[in-house]
């Protein structure tokens, strides 16, 4: 049994969540590898919606263990916050979430340090969401961070807080005029959430390669996407973390040898929150529309999403770059709302024509896209189950995607609900 990885091949907000959900039917086990809770994955499920940000997706499954792996930074107040939230819902929560012991923390003070740097970026301000992923990412790398663990060692856990607040503390004072954070407060702050997390701290690799091996499935959810990974994305307008597939074998302990398949994630059209190059932008009527129709707005921040054609340039780069297997073609239903259709097949950089994406960042941000025009097709479609019961104009367009990232469909979303989608087996 191999694990099958989902993910986002645009800017984030692609509706993985609502694969994952699809998906999570047949799994046994749903990890998260990367990220914070800077990620918001909303799952409808019939007249309810479930928004998550740090607990797996495959949580609102029956059935389903649930795993934040060792690659995802941990708010600890926010993952209580989400637990509480959906246990009084109804779901249950924590018989059924695992949470990595190597796994680092988010703390106050990489909150505030976050905003502080996007005040004093100003207009070349990175766009982030102010959760402290950054700081909290940097300090893992730095080796002053804190993890999971360290909430059931109080001798290292005070050592910690003392040295990472040495600089901290001298920045806040110093640099920004602050009071200075005190390492005993942030010490029982973390030690009152020894009860929440307990029960969950485990070692998910380990659980996971542990399934594989039983022939149990396992799906790892990616959250934010390909083109904002730190190191493939378009730098610096990027996360912190490596949300590609690669990042999901480091951050979920699971070795490449046992990646099966990877979905990759993509809308029938782009959209992009926060700043950074954007070719396919639309600042008109349309892009309007798009945004109405598909209720484009954060759900993390609320911010309203940016909103673009689809850019089969940069989506294509994302396939290639992680092995994309099978495709979910995501809001279809949303270009029912508009005549016609523009797909970018290409970009024009300094008068000349090309088909990648450009290495450069000073190319990206000059790129001028290249369209290829098809018919819309104003028809509800909502209702189909089938693609044969697509309209000959959404199949062309849906056809037209599978030959230009060179892939086949496995899901098409025709609307937010659970049973509102085209499932294809396709490569599975």
């Excluded at 600089?167 to 954070?181: C, D, I, R």
């Excluded at 039983?214 to 799906?219: G, H, K, Q």
């Excluded at 018919?375 to 367009?397: K, M, S």
């Amino acid at each position: 049994m191999s694990a099958t990885v989902v993910l986002g091949l645009a800017w984030g907000d692609e509706g993985k969540g609502r694969v994952c959900d699809a998906m999570a039917r047949e799994a046994r086990y749903v990890a998260r590898y990367s990220g914070g809770n800077n990620a918001g994955h909303t799952i409808r499920v019939g007249k309810e919606e479930f928004v998550v940000h740090l607990i797996p997706s495959g949580i609102v499954r029956e059935g389903v263990i649930c795993t934040i792996g060792n690659g995802v930074v941990v708010n600890p107040e926010v993952l209580a916050q989400e637990v509480e939230e959906l246990e009084e819902r109804g779901i249950e929560v924590k018989s059924r979430l695992k949470v990595d012991g190597r796994a680092h923390l988010i703390l106050p003070y990489h909150i505030r340090l976050d905003g502080h740097r996007e005040k004093v970026l100003g207009k070349a301000k990175i766009g982030t969401t102010n959760r402290g992923i950054g700081p909290a990412y940097e300090d893992k790398v730095a080796r002053v961070g804190l993890r999971v663990q360290d909430v059931f060692d109080d001798g290292i856990l005070r050592q910690k807080l003392k040295g990472a607040l040495r600089e901290k503390n001298a920045l806040f004072t110093n640099v920004y005029g602050e009071e200075p954070f005190d390492p005993d407060e942030l010490a029982e702050y973390l030690l009152s959430f020894q009860e929440l997390l307990e029960p969950m701290m485990a070692d998910t690799g380990a659980l996971l390669r542990d399934a594989l091996y039983r022939d149990e499935e396992v799906l790892l959810e990616g959250a934010q996407a390909t083109l904002l990974d730190n190191d493939f994305g378009t730098y610096p307008f990027v996360t912190s973390s490596n949300p590609s597939a690669g990042g999901a074998c480091v951050g979920a302990g699971i070795p490449p040898g046992l990646l099966g398949e990877v979905v990759g994630v993509t809308k029938a059209y782009t959209t992009r929150v926060g700043d950074g190059p954007f070719p396919t932008e639309l600042f008109d009527e349309t892009g309007e529309t798009l945004r109405r129709v598909g209720h484009e707005y954060g759900a993390t921040t609320g911010r309203p999403r940016r909103c673009g054609w689809l850019d089969l340039v940069a989506v294509g780069y994302s396939a290639r770059l992680n092995g994309v297997t099978t495709l979910a073609l995501t809001m279809l239903d949303v270009l029912s709302a508009v005549e016609e259709i523009q797909v970018c097949t290409g970009y024009e950089v300094d008068g000349e024509w090309t088909g990648g994406l450009p290495l450069s960042q000073t190319d990206l941000h000059h790129a001028k896209p290249v369209y290829e025009t098809l018919p819309g097709w104003d028809v509800d479609v909502t209702g189909c189950r089938r693609r044969e019961e697509l309209p000959e104009e959404a199949r062309d367009f849906v056809g037209f995607v599978e030959e230009q990232l060179g892939a086949p469909l496995r899901m098409i979303s025709v609307g937010p609900e659970r049973d509102q989608a085209i499932v294809e087996r396709v490569g599975v």
